[in-house]
């Protein structure tokens, strides 16, 4: 059985497509988890979200299922980091 990316492999992943999604260039390392997605340093907007899962999901190489993002609330970072590693934990399960 092959373990998926751990936590902090996953908040790398998901700050350097944050960072890229925002046309910056930064470290992932600049960014800090309580930074919004949407405010003066990051622009993700819903299209870019979107696109963002999927090179999430490509970088990660999990399927992300899109009933994981239903009802959620995406302001921060570590919001999104949290659910693309809850997703990856239930990747493996499968």
């Known amino acids: 059985m092959t373990t998926g990316p751990d936590h902090t492999a996953v908040a790398d992943s998901v700050k350097r497509v ?3 999604e925002s046309r910056l ?4 390392d600049q960014i ?4 919004p997605l949407s405010g ?3 622009r993700v907007n819903s299209m870019g ?5 999927v ?7 999990v399927t992300l299922p899109d009933d994981l993002f239903v009802g959620r609330t ?11 590693a809850e997703g990856t934990r239930e990747t493996e399960a499968l």
Request: proline share 3%.
């Open 40 to 42: 003066d340093l990051l």
């Open 55 to 61: 090179r999430l999901e490509d970088e990660l190489d």
């Open 25 to 28: 260039s930064l470290e992932p």
């Open 74 to 84: 995406f302001k921060t970072v570590d919001d999104l980091v949290e659910v693309v």
């Open 49 to 53: 979200f979107v696109g963002m899962l």
């Open 18 to 20: 944050v960072i890229a």
């Open 32 to 35: 800090q988890d309580d930074e």
